[in-house]
């Protein structure tokens, strides 16, 4: 059995985390990180019941490792899927996008581990009162919806504010960044935006092809005028037209994130990256090449070690 905490709450062999990506994070991919000995999640995002059932099903004749499913709590779906999570004994749940405080008893009766996604030292302090294994502490570098702090500047307080393990998230794409985590206090990573290169990653190609063609400032934030929804994606002509509504003297939190509605959809299935939201972190200039989700894991976790050789942090 591992020594590392978060590979024995969860029963992972590397602490390595799949991102939650809605439209993006399905069976298959997760399949594939768990098989390779880390966490894969399947995002819940704002799918009926009926399907992240479906998604349950199948990771589970995909593979027989831990999986997780992440729960976006300010879905429409939110209450079912969350029941459903319990019922179907998931074995690690992640949330986002709000507190899931009442939810938490339920999963924890069904053996279900509990790791909440946070973004402030308040947020990592009321998801442990709540209940939860662990927290993952992710920064603004990621993709999708992210809060105001930076992973560099996050993850220590958080380390210093909760007395169970904390995952780092945000800005981390090889051993690099995992060695600088676990030397911030993280006791594992989670990663997102290079797993959209994995051979298994199902996304549509014309969105691979965007991440992969990316550089070091291709990502822009939207969302930040009513500080409700700050986003972060790749720059395009939909983040465009977004940025002029956003900031036009006539904008109102309603029409704002009214312009979001559907938009990753259109880029990740239907491949339209123009007019789409291609949701992105800022490490996707260090995403060039496509590998398997087992390659990606297994360089992260041999550079973090040989970083860390020695050391009593060494994951």
């Given at each position: 059995?591992?020594?590392?905490?978060?590979?024995?709450?969860?029963?992972i062999e590397?602490?390595?985390?799949q991102?939650?990506?809605?439209?993006?994070?399905?069976?298959?991919?997760?399949a594939?990180?768990?098989?390779?000995?880390?966490?894969g999640?399947?995002?819940?995002?704002?799918?009926?019941e009926?399907?992240?059932?479906?998604?349950?099903?199948?990771?589970?004749?995909?593979?027989?490792?831990?999986?997780?499913?992440?729960?976006m709590?300010?879905?429409?779906?939110?209450?079912?899927v969350?029941?459903?999570?319990?019922?179907?004994?998931?074995?690690?749940?992640?949330?986002?996008?709000g507190?899931?405080?009442?939810?938490i008893?339920?999963?924890?009766?069904?053996?279900?581990?509990?790791?909440?996604?946070?973004?402030?030292?308040?947020?990592a302090?009321?998801?442990v009162?709540s209940?939860?294994?662990a927290?993952i502490a992710?920064?603004?570098?990621?993709?999708?919806?992210i809060?105001?702090l930076?992973?560099?500047?996050?993850?220590?307080?958080?380390?210093?504010?909760?007395d169970?393990?904390?995952?780092?998230?945000?800005?981390?794409?090889?051993g690099?960044g995992?060695?600088?985590?676990?030397?911030?206090?993280?006791?594992?990573?989670?990663?997102?935006?290079?797993?959209?290169?994995?051979?298994?990653?199902?996304?549509?190609?014309?969105?691979?092809?965007?991440?992969?063609?990316?550089?070091?400032?291709?990502?822009?934030?939207?969302?930040?005028?009513?500080?409700?929804s700050?986003?972060?994606c790749?720059?395009?002509?939909?983040?465009?037209?977004?940025?002029?509504?956003?900031?036009?003297?006539?904008?109102t939190?309603?029409?704002?994130?009214?312009l979001?509605v559907?938009?990753?959809?259109?880029?990740?299935?239907?491949?339209?990256?123009?007019n789409?939201?291609?949701?992105?972190?800022?490490?996707?200039?260090?995403?060039?090449?496509?590998?398997?989700?087992?390659?990606?894991?297994?360089?992260?976790?041999?550079?973090?070690?040989?970083?860390?050789?020695?050391?009593?942090?060494?994951?």
């Open positions: 059995m591992s020594s590392n905490p978060i590979c024995r709450l969860t029963g590397k602490p390595v985390f991102g939650g990506m809605a439209w993006i994070s399905e069976a298959n991919l997760a594939a990180v768990s098989n390779a000995g880390g966490l999640i399947i995002s819940a995002g704002n799918a009926p009926s399907c992240v059932s479906q998604q349950i099903d199948l990771i589970r004749t995909l593979t027989d490792r831990p999986f997780g499913v992440n729960l709590l300010q879905s429409p779906s939110a209450e079912a969350a029941h459903l999570l319990a019922k179907k004994r998931v074995p690690v749940i992640t949330t986002g996008a507190s899931a405080g009442k939810f008893p339920e999963w924890k009766e069904a053996g279900c581990v509990v790791i909440p996604v946070v973004a402030s030292v308040a947020m302090k009321m998801a009162r209940g939860a294994d927290v992710e920064g603004g570098e990621s993709g999708g919806h809060g105001e930076t992973t560099m500047a996050l993850v220590p307080q958080v380390c210093d504010a909760v169970v393990p904390v995952i780092a998230a945000g800005g981390i794409a090889d690099r995992m060695a600088a985590a676990m030397c911030l206090g993280a006791r594992g990573v989670q990663m997102g935006t290079v797993f959209l290169s994995a051979q298994e990653c199902r996304v549509h190609e014309n969105y691979k092809q965007a991440v992969l063609s990316a550089g070091d400032i291709s990502t822009v934030v939207t969302g930040r005028r009513f500080q409700a700050s986003c972060r790749i720059k395009n002509s939909f983040t465009r037209e977004f940025l002029r509504r956003e900031y036009s003297p006539e904008a939190p309603e029409k704002i994130a009214s979001g559907g938009a990753l959809r259109t880029a990740a299935v239907d491949g339209d990256v123009k789409g939201c291609v949701l992105a972190g800022q490490i996707s200039g260090m995403v060039n090449s496509r590998r398997t989700a087992a390659e990606i894991i297994d360089s992260t976790l041999s550079g973090c070690r040989e970083l860390l050789k020695g050391t009593e942090i060494c994951p």
